[in-house]
């Protein structure tokens, strides 16, 4: 009894130490694989720098904003980001090309809010309008108006926090009105 007891142990032991050099084996697999599979840059792209822009409102990061960055130079390719809660910007270009081409670039900074409800499909339902506000400042989000740039140079770039003075909250119009 006692020898086919530590059999049974034994064939157990065995059991699961297959399943974890199995287990092991696969996610190292999953991870050599994954590695090679990295989307290839498209044909034309220049070659990008990591750039990291930070925001701040009345001295406090800036957070849940969107960044478009506009190339004072002829160039195709989009880049922005968007703020962390640390007010970071982690910048990429067509949305998931870490970094952005070297050159000079002017800053729009946009944060939107809406507040109200979506119309009801209720015709007995009364909701409230929906408001939509922009909580940053127009001349910061304006193209021609706004006085944030920068200069993004070959290799590690480093730039000071941009701050956009007073929080506001201004009402967008609707187009027409």
Request: charged share 20%; net charge positive.
């Amino acid at each position: 009894m006692l020898i086919v007891f530590r059999v049974k142990v034994q064939q157990q032991t065995i059991m699961k130490t297959r399943k974890i050099l199995l287990t092991g084996v696969t996610v190292v697999l999953c991870l050599l694989f994954s590695v090679g599979c990295a989307e290839p840059k498209p044909e034309g792209m220049p070659q990008l720098y990591p750039v990291t822009l930070t925001f701040q409102q009345e001295g406090k990061p800036l957070t849940e904003a969107s960044i478009r960055l506009l190339p004072q130079f002829p160039c195709t390719w989009f880049s922005g980001g968007s703020t962390d809660t640390n007010g970071r910007a982690k910048l990429v270009t067509h949305g998931k090309y870490n970094g952005i081409p070297a050159g000079k670039y002017k800053i729009c900074v946009d944060k939107f809010y809406s507040d109200g409800e979506l119309p009801s499909m209720d015709p007995n339902k009364t909701t409230k309008p929906m408001v939509h506000y922009n909580l940053v400042e127009t001349q910061y989000t304006l193209p021609d108006k706004t006085p944030l740039e920068i200069e993004v140079k070959k290799g590690q770039n480093s730039f000071s926090p941009f701050d956009l003075g007073k929080a506001v909250k201004e009402q967008l119009k609707r187009p027409g009105t």
